[in-house]
């Protein structure tokens, strides 16, 4: 299998009993290592502004944005999402031509004072897969897979994000069975 990186896993109904069940999950690193990605459709019921207090920010800009629960590996760990640009952040990895993910502090800083990225998503912990698990898992149904859409991350509320893959998609995915036929 090519490399998923910069795509979208939309979950099956095979993940309904678990903690990926409903999401959309956006593939930052993808091979023979194994794979990453932040669920970017699961808000934690937490705001920027209990980050900016946690971590003593002096300026708080955009203290309303929802954090995101990005998976369940190292919950602890914050990752941001953003268009790329020419900031130079301490810990950046350029996903595709317009999607970086940044994990450093910098960035929070610069958010929080009104120079950092007008537009981000940001994710406390991630999904990981061992190599081979996530091929192993799309194969057996768990994943649909989808080159990303940066408009979707960015520019759709998340409580519509679902709803937006099941339009590009072309299909309504509530009613996807959970059962797959293999010929």
């Not at 023979?32 to 019921?45: K, T």
């Not at 994710?123 to 408009?151: K, R």
């Not at 937006?164 to 069975?177: E, F, K, P, V, W």
Request: aromatic share 8%; charged share 15%; with cysteine.
């Amino acid at each position: 299998m090519s490399s998923l990186r910069n795509h979208f896993l939309i979950a099956m109904p095979s993940l309904n009993d678990s903690i990926f069940s409903h999401t959309i999950t956006y593939v930052c690193e993808h091979d023979e290592s194994g794979a990453m990605g932040l669920v970017i459709n699961q808000p934690l019921g937490v705001e920027m502004d209990e980050i900016y207090r946690q971590l003593k920010c002096s300026d708080e800009q955009r203290a309303d944005t929802p954090v995101l629960c990005g998976g369940p590996v190292q919950p602890e760990r914050g990752f941001i999402l953003h268009p790329a640009s020419n900031y130079d952040w301490e810990s950046s990895l350029q996903v595709s031509g317009d999607v970086s993910l940044t994990a450093s502090r910098d960035i929070i800083d610069a958010i929080a004072n009104g120079t950092g990225p007008q537009q981000f998503l940001i994710a406390l912990g991630y999904a990981g897969w061992a190599p081979g698990q996530l091929e192993d898992e799309i194969a057996n149904n768990a994943w649909l897979t989808l080159p990303a859409d940066s408009a979707l991350m960015f520019d759709t509320p998340i409580e519509q994000r679902w709803g937006a893959i099941s339009r590009q998609l072309g299909i309504d995915l509530n009613l996807i069975s959970g059962t797959a036929g293999h010929a």
